[in-house]
Every structure is written in C-alpha cells, then in structure tokens.
C-alpha cells in the first residue's frame, strides 16, 4: 500500500478551464466511495493514472486512520474486459480479486461492476452503444448502477481525451514512479525474486503498514511473494513491445517532466453506454 504514501498536493486539478482544489476531483468523496476502472486496452489505466491515484488519495485522506490505525488497501477496482490486459498491483489494485476479468458481455460487466458497489467509474474514449441486458433482470441491473454512481469519468489508454473538461497534473514524482513500475514491472520482480529468504524478511519488516503492526509482520512476507508470483504469471498478457510503445508514449504527457492528462465528465448514464469496446 505504498500509495497511501499520496497526498493531495501531489496533484493540481482543472475544471472547465480554471484551477479547482483536489476535492473537486471526486466532489463529496464519502467512507463507502469506491472507484472502479473499466479497460479495453492493454495497461489503460497507464492513461487514467492520476486519475486512479487521486481516487485512492481521496480515500485515505477522507479517514487517515487507513493509512496507519487502520492499514488497508484502497477500494478500487479494476474491469479487465474480454481477457487480462496486464497486472497492476503497483497501481495498489491489492489484493489481485479487485483486478476483475469480465466477459465481453454487457450483463456480466454490468453485474461485476455492482457486485463490487463502484460509487464512481472511469470508462474508455469511445464511441456510445446502447447497453442492451436481456438477461434475467439486466433492467434492474442497469438502474442499479445509475442510482448508484455518483460521478464518472472518461478516459484515454493514451491520457488524453477529446474535449477534456477536467486536467489533471502531477506535482511530483510518485505518481509517475507508480506508472513506471507498472509498465516495467519486470525489473521490480527480478529485484525481489533475487533476494534471500533473510533479505526479504528484513524488506518486510519495512514495508508500511507491517512496520508499526508487529502483529501483521507474518503476513508480510507471504502477502508479498504471493503478489509478486501472481505478476509475474500475468506478465506475458502484455508483449515487451508493446510495454516499451506505452512507456514511450508517456513522454507525450509530460509537462517539465511531470505527467499531464485530460479527462471528461459524464453523467453514469452515458458512462453505462461506453462499457463495451468496439465490436
């Protein structure tokens, strides 16, 4: 949970043009929000980055109790449609059951999304489809979610939308050392499986929260090696290639070396029409 390390003055945020306070973002942020992303293409949430973390920011800054009396991992969600499209543990979707593959299938998406209570969802740029459920109570699935949804989002795998309303910029580093480490998780992995038993027992005891919970120490390490042995069986969703074409990309974005992206705002009901990818 190294982003509850965030804050949010690693952010500024504009809406509509003019510069807004990091609330505005996800306005009356509440204790039972959860986020959850919808993606289509290979690493997506690369291009809602800022977006994700300020999500997880607004939850540990709504009760700070999560970060340390507390410790818990952030509740948000990521809706992997048709297959994986790559592992993002260092995005802190931990542990790996809030990383959902969903059939390419309407009803199933739908339904995964309100099992999980997702209170504001981000959706990929694309062109509108009406959400046709004929499934056993698909309408009732559907006003569910509406009712449910407070705010959406449109996003971009490549972090910029068409006729962005909302401008998210970086402030420091951390946010784009969590995008690094997610499209080059290999390094990170190599790093860690060729540590001794003594030397990660020793990065254990380090690791917020495990160092002020004694108690939760013996967990660590076996918490740990199991994330890293789930990444490293979901590396090949996304070819070598096609990780260094996204990372390159992420140069577009920035802005004196720190990330720029745009997003747009749109009613759940729109956001429930931009579920599915391109047929």
């Not at 690493?43 to 709504?62: E, H, K, M, R, Y």
């Not at 489809?129 to 569910?144: A, F, I, K, N, T």
């Not at 990372?247 to 931009?274: C, F, H, K, M, Q």
């Amino acid at each position: 949970m190294h982003t509850a390390q965030l804050k949010p003055t690693d952010f500024a945020a504009e809406a509509d043009g003019r510069p807004v306070d990091f609330s505005e973002i996800f306005r009356d942020w509440h204790q039972y929000d959860r986020f959850g992303i919808v993606v289509h293409d290979a690493l997506g949430p690369i291009g809602a980055s800022l977006l994700v973390q300020a999500a997880i920011t607004s939850f540990f800054t709504f009760d700070t109790g999560r970060r340390s009396k507390r410790p818990q991992y952030p509740e948000v969600y990521l809706f992997h449609v048709g297959r994986g499209r790559g592992e993002c543990m260092m995005l802190d979707f931990v542990p790996s059951r809030k990383e959902v593959v969903v059939d390419a299938d309407p009803t199933d998406l739908v339904e995964a999304i309100n099992d999980r209570a997702i209170t504001r969802l981000a959706v990929p740029q694309g062109e509108p489809r009406h959400l046709d459920l004929p499934h056993q109570y698909g309408w009732s699935e559907r006003q569910s979610a509406e009712d449910r949804i407070s705010s959406a989002y449109v996003y971009s795998p490549t972090g910029r939308v068409r006729d962005p309303d909302l401008i998210l910029r970086a402030t420091s580093t951390r946010t784009e050392d969590n995008c690094d480490q997610t499209v080059n998780v290999e390094s990170l992995l190599v790093d860690i499986e060729n540590k001794t038993d003594e030397e990660l027992t020793a990065l254990a005891a380090t690791l917020p929260p495990y160092s002020g919970f004694p108690h939760v120490r013996p967990y660590c390490l076996t918490d740990h090696l199991v994330t890293v042995a789930t990444s490293r069986a979901r590396l090949s969703e996304v070819p070598d290639d096609v990780r260094a074409a996204i990372w390159e990309g992420r140069t577009a974005l920035r802005d004196n070396g720190l990330a720029v992206e745009s997003y747009r705002r749109i009613a759940p009901i729109e956001a429930l029409n931009l579920l599915m990818p391109p047929t």
